[in-house]
């Protein structure tokens, strides 16, 4: 999907990766029967995202007779203001915001990932609402470009509010979940509202956050997911009430848990802190100050969540009766990879945000 | 008013009636037989404006097999909606609202049937004057589907090759085989089995020409695919899911799923041997337009084997289950 250049080949591939992804949550069922109904509310939410999509690249279609996504980018601004491209901007743009579960369309977010099985939370955290993410940034800036009438509003009072709202209350509603699984799904939703408001700049700098943190909240959540699943794995379960001690009976997972969920608040030397670090560069030159107040503030609520965890594993002693052993070295190992990743981009993030800002400069420069 | 207008008008009105009585209907039997009404008034529309091809698909996927895909699940679950729980104000203002926007995106469209329109004068113009020199089939829509878009083709049988996969590790995963199964035939309805012995041989042949004939009329892999399960499915649904299996064992159906697909593929990665790009078929054959052929009919056997064997593995892993509603009860 990534590497397409037609637009129709995108919602194919959108498709396969998706009809994929409803089949491995409903998997989760063998744990948890609740996963079918998670699963299938995932089938009609992204089946309607997706039919919107296909409705607005029809649209797209039928004002300027091609598909190819360069060439759509040359026809599409020389039509200039008209009433049914700026309609299939609105399908496109709610249908993938519906895929990457933008705030308020995320309702079926968190129950896919908490029943999904762990192995799967894994993949989905990591990459299946990137995908979404990445087609919104290909057709926003390369087909429609900047100077599509309704870019400008749509990115300045659609998108970054809700980008603003999805930072604090998905992170605030994360703070009162019993099962860290779903706590980390709500944390996800908020994460997605940090990219999505890179994205909202519409500068350089922003997107370059936005690329970054889709880079680097796959690493730290994919580390989380995984070291949860470690938890799972032993007990069956990953609410609060199984953490308690866990910090003395799985201490490599605990650590390589609390590792990730460092990277995740924004501490300096992980990939968390780059990516917050650009976020907040790009809102203060957008001029938007209190924007970048806001994202720190945002950071105090993962403060909280993750706390909570580590409270419950380090501050409390295990229940009665159990032993202390770790997950097995098949299952430690890449979560420690990913831990490792998590620390190495953080310190040496050269690669990283040279990548992402030559991804920026050439998403903006077919867009001027 | 032209008759073409009438025509459409009315037709129309049959579909938001059709879609009107789904939404209010609670008997699912009912909704289930509506909505393969919906599909059907759907295909006449797209007939009527000449896209025959899908109309063709939509006859089939709509009214026929989805049909017949959804009575299985009733016959597993139930044949009555449950009244809803929630408010249905929210999904009425969405529905409102994006009914409101496509309306609003006609406002600037151009005018139905202009040749002026931009879609008939930036790519569609290609692909009429240079289907007859570069690829020698008649049917343009086949061309276009096969060869000029292939790499969409190969993309949306991978959508069915997901979604039956899909659908038969969860079946199989979660529900187990009753011992036992209690073997419903329907052979003893004496009419039933002439019928289906008569038609079965018929459908098959259709099927065929659907298949190979893509070139020159309507059809292709897709309806060739589902008109060929069809006749599987009727004669499980007459003679018994056992006998069948006999016919035809799902572990091959199962593999062929698989087949399908690589064929298409394979062909891709032929192309890529003779250092051309990915499903350019040019190179199969003696000259381009002979290559070109060739490629288009073993990618439409690919979608049909694939469209095919999803669906009578399908069949078989919901028939498997053993129905709480008997024959009778229908």
């Known amino acids: 999907m990534v590497i397409t250049g037609d637009a129709f080949n995108a919602f194919v591939f959108l498709e396969i990766a998706s009809l994929s992804t409803y089949v491995l949550v409903a998997m989760g069922a063998k744990r948890d029967r609740r996963a079918l109904t998670a699963a299938y509310t995932y089938l009609v939410m992204g089946t309607i995202g997706a039919t919107f999509f296909v409705i607005g690249v029809g649209l797209l279609y039928m004002m300027t007779g091609t598909l190819n996504m360069a060439d759509l980018a040359e026809r599409v601004p020389a039509i200039g203001a008209n009433r049914t491209l700026v309609v299939a901007f609105a399908f496109i743009v709610t249908g993938l915001g519906l895929k990457l579960a933008l705030f308020p369309m995320h309702l079926w977010l968190p129950n896919a990932y908490a029943f999904a099985p762990s192995a799967v939370t894994v993949f989905l955290a990591a990459t299946a609402t990137k995908a979404a993410v990445y087609l919104l940034l290909r057709f926003l800036f390369t087909i429609f470009g900047t100077s599509f009438p309704t870019f400008e509003p749509t990115l300045t009072y659609l998108l970054l509010p809700l980008a603003v709202i999805a930072m604090f209350a998905a992170s605030t509603v994360a703070i009162f979940q019993v099962d860290i699984k779903r706590m980390l799904a709500y944390s996800s939703i908020g994460q997605l509202g940090y990219m999505v408001l890179g994205m909202s700049f519409a500068t350089v700098t922003g997107l370059t956050a936005t690329i970054i943190h889709l880079f680097n909240h796959a690493l730290m959540k994919g580390a989380l997911f995984m070291a949860l699943g470690a938890v799972v794995m032993r007990f069956g379960d990953a609410t609060i009430d199984t953490m308690r001690g866990l910090g003395r009976v799985m201490p490599w997972t605990m650590a390589a848990f609390v590792a990730g969920g460092l990277s995740l608040i924004g501490m300096p030397l992980t990939v968390g802190f780059i990516s917050k670090w650009l976020l907040v560069t790009a809102a203060l030159e957008s001029g938007l100050w209190p924007i970048a107040v806001l994202v720190v503030a945002s950071s105090l609520l993962a403060v909280i969540y993750i706390w909570r965890v580590v409270e419950a594993a380090y501050f409390e002693p295990p229940p009665e009766g159990v032993t202390a052993g770790e997950a097995p070295p098949a299952l430690l190992i890449p979560t420690w990879i990913l831990i490792g990743a998590n620390i190495y981009f953080g310190i040496d993030a050269s690669l990283t945000t040279r990548v992402a800002g030559e991804a920026a400069r050439a998403l903006l420069k077919t867009a001027s | ?330």
């Open chain 2, 1 to 330: 008013m032209s008759i073409e207008a009438i025509i459409n008008i009315a037709l129309f009105v049959f579909l938001g009636l059709t879609a009107f009585a789904i939404l209010k209907l609670r008997a699912l039997f009912a909704v289930v037989m509506l909505s393969a009404v919906f599909s059907l008034v759907s295909a006449a529309l797209l007939v009527h404006l000449d896209a025959v091809d899908v109309a063709f698909t939509e006859a089939a996927v709509g009214a026929g097999i989805s049909t017949v895909l959804m009575l299985a699940t009733l016959a597993l679950t139930s044949r009555h909606e449950k009244a809803p729980t929630r408010s249905q104000a929210l999904p009425l203002i969405v529905v409102f609202l994006t009914g409101f926007a496509l309306v609003y995106g006609t406002l600037d469209m151009p005018r139905f049937g202009d040749p002026q329109a931009p879609i008939q004068v930036h790519v569609a113009p290609k692909y009429i004057a240079d289907t007859q020199s570069e690829i020698g089939i008649p049917n343009i829509v086949t061309a276009v589907l096969a060869s000029y878009r292939g790499f969409d083709t190969l993309g949306e049988v991978t959508v069915i090759f997901t979604a039956g996969i899909g659908v038969l590790l969860l079946l199989a995963a979660f529900i187990r085989e009753p011992e036992g199964l209690r073997v419903q035939t329907m052979d003893h309805h004496l009419v039933l089995r002439v019928v289906t012995k008569v038609l079965i041989g018929p459908i098959l042949l259709f099927a065929l020409y659907v298949q190979f004939h893509a070139d020159y009329g309507p059809g292709g892999g897709f309806q060739a695919g589902i008109i060929f399960a069809s006749a599987f499915i009727i004669y499980a649904l007459v003679f018994g899911l056992e006998n069948a299996r006999k016919a035809v064992p799902g572990r091959a159906v199962r593999l062929l799923v698989a087949c399908g697909v690589l064929l298409y593929g394979g062909v891709g990665f032929v192309s890529f041997l003779f250092g051309k790009n990915y499903l350019n078929y040019s190179v199969l054959g003696a000259d381009q337009v002979a290559g070109q052929h060739l490629g288009i009919l073993l990618v439409e056997f690919g979608v049909g084997l694939t469209v095919a064997a999803v669906m009578v593995s399908t069949f078989y892993a919901f028939s498997g289950q053993n129905p709480p509603i008997g024959d009778e009860d229908w």
